[in-house]
């Protein structure tokens, strides 16, 4: 089975501009979530996706947008990009989405704003 | 405020000996842990488990510990490898939390 696979790999943005992150999920997957790194925060979680609908929130202003399609590919948007969004961006699977299963991540975006 | 902790942000550890890597958290509604290992440039991957019902959880070299009292959590990885070098997280379910991670360790073995 292929990966969770996250594209682009890198992005380099000015201030103010918008970035769309895409995230395909493994096979069978249909939980896909969303996680901001940052050195010194960890990984943040920004949403879980579930059948195309949000189930789950972080704590990241509304700048921050996803969506999932029905074959649970998934899209993360940032408007009005700030310095501060400079992150890894991950995007993790799983099947289900239990709060006691494996997620499977991706290699991650990492996002430059300038 | 910072439900999963990661107080080392770094651990040096001579190859063949014990590295022991700590995480404290603080919602009794977390009932169930993970461990993740992130290499530079490529996600995190799923390194053990252990559910609170348990208080450890053994695979190969990689024992994760569960202090449930304390609150704590720790990972023993007996013998340390060259390849082991890399960034630990820790992270905690239940409840309507979804996958709370801590700031990470970064190991580093030394050969």
Known sequence: ???????????IKTRGQQVTLSCSPISGHRSVSWYQQTPGQGLQFLFEYFSETQRNKGNFPGRFSGRQFSNSRSEMNVSTLELGDSALYLCASSETGTHNEKLFF???TQLSVL | DQQVKQNSPSLSVQE??????NCDYTNSMFDYFLWYKKYPAEGPTFLISISSIKDKNEDGRFTVFLNKSAKHLSLHIVPSQPGDSAVYFCAATGGTYKYIFG????LKVLA
Do not use: D, F, H, N
């Open chain 1, 1 to 11: 089975k292929a990966g969770v696979t996250q594209t682009p790999r890198y992005l």
């Open chain 1, 106 to 108: 991706g290699s991650g």
């Open chain 2, 16 to 21: 063949g000996r014990i590295s022991i890597l």
């Open chain 2, 103 to 106: 700031t990470g360790t970064r």
